[in-house]
């Protein structure tokens, strides 16, 4: 099914443009080669995360779940732990590398590429199994 597909590529492009994000952060703009790079790369992670994702089965799910909902709630947590985690590593950073961009919208950055993501990802293998 094509919105599988589109859900596992978007996945991907925020994954992408998280790491280009917190480049920016830094001031250091990414140059054709490093787009390169970091779009090979990506899709490479992408391609065995697909073959071993794909494979293992889903355990038993509650009665009634709707795969929205669940990816939502899956999301919000890793979310929780991107922000938290994302902010204590721009703390840390900030040291060695400092930034103009103010902390908690950095944090706000790490938790809604996190979202994004993997509410994509989580979406994308529910669907096979649940209802919408």
Same mark, same amino acid.
């Given at each position: 099914?094509w &919105?599988? !597909?589109v859900?596992?590529?978007v &996945?991907?492009?925020?994954? *992408? =443009? @998280?790491?280009?994000?917190?480049?920016?952060? /830094?001031?250091?703009?990414?140059? %054709? &080669?490093e @787009? =390169? *790079? $970091?779009?090979?790369?990506?899709?490479?992670?992408? *391609?065995?995360? #697909? /073959?071993? @994702?794909?494979r293992?089965?889903?355990?038993? $799910?509650?009665?009634?779940? !709707?795969?929205?909902?669940?990816a939502?709630?899956?999301?919000?947590?890793?979310?929780?732990?991107?922000?938290?985690?994302?902010?204590i590593?721009e703390?840390?950073? #900030?040291?060695?590398? %400092? &930034?103009? =961009?103010?902390?908690?919208l !950095?944090m706000? @950055?790490?938790?809604?590429?996190?979202?994004?993501?993997?509410?994509c990802?989580?979406?994308? !293998?529910?669907?096979?199994? =649940? %209802?919408?």
């Amino acid at each position: 099914m094509w &919105s599988e !597909r589109v859900l596992g590529l978007v &996945s991907l492009a925020i994954a *992408i =443009l @998280w790491v280009a994000g917190v480049a920016k952060f /830094r001031n250091h703009e990414l140059q %054709p &080669s490093e @787009w =390169l *790079i $970091l779009i090979a790369g990506g899709f490479a992670l992408h *391609i065995l995360a #697909q /073959r071993t @994702w794909h494979r293992r089965p889903l355990p038993a $799910l509650p009665e009634g779940a !709707r795969a929205m909902h669940l990816a939502a709630l899956i999301a919000s947590i890793i979310a929780a732990m991107a922000c938290v985690v994302g902010g204590i590593l721009e703390l840390v950073a #900030q040291n060695y590398l %400092p &930034s103009e =961009l103010p902390w908690g919208l !950095r944090m706000l @950055w790490h938790a809604a590429c996190a979202f994004g993501a993997s509410y994509c990802m989580f979406l994308q !293998r529910l669907l096979r199994v =649940l %209802p919408a």
